[in-house]
């Protein structure tokens, strides 16, 4: 995996900045950050510039436990706006360890149906990115397709539509970006309101 001299989670708070830079031209664009790791620590609803703020005080480490941000959005769910609302999840690491006395891998498979119902019910769309040829479609499909099995026909995992891999900065910025001009099945258009939840795990394990 190629980022050079940049560090993965420096990479994604580049690549994120981009991304928000851009949805700053379209309107009253409000941000939640959900960074985790062993553990979610939610952030409450901010501004695009408030937002940059906290990016920049993130830190990576711990082990990688995907059910906790989600969670974290589906507790207790409000938004700020009545407006069209895009989760981001972004992780460097496949669920590995143990988070609340249950191994995270057990724990987000047993997640799915949950963020499944709560995502259709909220008309929700969801971006996933996968930093790093070792982060697997099994357990990044269960945040963008969740309870669905994706195999091609030698029975190997493949990305739902929604979900993306990618190996170096340069992709990562890419990748994020490509979700503002419509490749999402519930776009946020030019010059609307919208809110933005972004989930982010950087452990470089797993």
Request: charged residues 15%.
């Given at each position: 995996?190629?980022?050079?001299?940049?560090?993965?989670?420096?990479?994604?708070?580049?690549?994120?900045?981009?991304?928000?830079?851009?949805?700053?031209?379209?309107?009253?664009?409000?941000?939640?950050?959900?960074?985790?790791?062993?553990?979610?620590?939610?952030?409450?609803?901010?501004?695009?510039?408030?937002?940059?703020?906290?990016?920049n005080?993130?830190?990576?480490?711990?082990?990688?436990d995907?059910?906790?941000?989600?969670?974290?959005?589906?507790?207790?769910?409000?938004?700020?706006?009545?407006?069209?609302?895009?989760?981001?999840?972004?992780?460097?690491?496949?669920?590995?360890?143990?988070?609340?006395?249950?191994?995270?891998?057990?724990?987000?498979?047993?997640?799915?149906?949950?963020?499944?119902?709560?995502?259709?019910?909220?008309?929700?769309?969801?971006?996933?990115?996968?930093?790093?040829?070792?982060?697997?479609?099994?357990?990044?499909?269960?945040?963008g397709?969740?309870?669905?099995?994706?195999?091609?026909?030698?029975?190997?995992?493949?990305?739902?539509?929604?979900?993306?891999?990618?190996?170096?900065?340069?992709?990562?910025?890419?990748?994020?970006?490509?979700?503002?001009?419509?490749?999402?099945?519930?776009?946020?258009?030019?010059?609307?309101?919208?809110?933005?939840?972004?989930?982010?795990?950087?452990?470089?394990?797993?």
């Amino acid at each position: 995996d190629d980022f050079g001299d940049t560090s993965v989670l420096q990479a994604t708070i580049d690549g994120i900045t981009q991304l928000l830079s851009t949805y700053d031209g379209m309107g009253n664009v409000q941000v939640k950050l959900v960074p985790f790791s062993t553990n979610a620590t939610e952030y409450n609803w901010t501004t695009i510039n408030q937002a940059n703020a906290l990016l920049n005080g993130l830190s990576a480490g711990g082990t990688t436990d995907y059910d906790d941000p989600l969670a974290a959005i589906v507790d207790g769910y409000s938004t700020t706006q009545d407006a069209a609302t895009k989760v981001y999840f972004i992780s460097d690491g496949n669920p590995y360890g143990s988070s609340e006395n249950q191994n995270n891998v057990a724990a987000i498979t047993n997640y799915q149906q949950t963020w499944k119902d709560f995502i259709e019910a909220n008309n929700i769309d969801v971006e996933v990115i996968g930093i790093g040829s070792g982060v697997q479609y099994q357990y990044l499909n269960m945040v963008g397709a969740p309870t669905e099995i994706i195999k091609d026909d030698s029975g190997n995992y493949t990305a739902a539509d929604n979900v993306v891999s990618v190996n170096t900065a340069v992709q990562l910025a890419q990748a994020l970006l490509a979700t503002v001009g419509g490749k999402s099945t519930g776009e946020i258009g030019a010059q609307q309101s919208s809110s933005g939840v972004i989930d982010y795990g950087a452990d470089s394990e797993g």
